[in-house]
């Protein structure tokens, strides 16, 4: 019987899974030893949440779009683990150069850092990389930088999350509402309600100006501005917790699922591989 009870003592108070703690899923709060153990504990698989610093209407902060995305990319995170990247906000926002506060840097250089980071990232274990997008001008970038890694080889993987639309959920009381409107205000109601200005949704209109008359089949970079030149898009007055707590479970749940996918993808990298093997003497392949 007091043997019994010494194994139980044992079992509970010195055995090493009692003495461990829970690893963080934040990059730069972990020891060097623990980021080992972080990277073996998510089978090499890290988020690299992707914001930007723009103007969001009369009455959200410049750092909305990263604010939101790291807040569901941390917590989705903790729920099936996995190594999160320090602050990223090194996005395509060239259309807000005219509104204070936005960093845009060129095309070139947004490129290579994307790369460069990847490739850190690599080399330092994250053999998957999940860059989740939290901002709508990096919609066409991010799918761009991953066609970009065939180029040449590279030893992991780049999955882009582009941005999560969530259907169903509480009715919207607005019809446009693509920045710092009903949607995007709600959401910031719960990563950071107290960054939220609601007093001052109505100084400014984010309502489509609708400057500039071409059909659908033609895209030109001065869209957005000819439409929506105060960075605002539909009415922010309208925003509500409950959309907000909706949406935000809604993109939380699909980073979850993009992790756990992405966890047990062994076929991309495998094919990779294959892919520039090939590559290198495209007159072998079989036709
Ligand atoms: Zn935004």
Redo the contacts with the bound molecule.
Sequence with gaps: MRAGWIALFVLLFISPGWAQTKLSVHWEELTAADFQSAIEQSKGTCLLPFG?L?K?GPHLPLG??LLDVRYVALNAAQQEYALVFPQYYFGQIFEAKHQPGTVAYSARLQLDLLQETTDEMARNGCQKIIIVN???GNEHLLPFFAQSQLEKPHDYVVYVMGIVASPGGPAKKTAVDM??GES?TSKMLISSPNLVHIDRTNQESGADQARLKLPDTLYTGIWWYASFPNHYSGDGAAATRELGEFEMKAWQDAIVTAIRAVKSDDESLKLQNEFFERAGHPLDTKQ
């Design positions: 930007i723009e969001h909305t779009d939290g901002h709508g920045h710092a995007e």
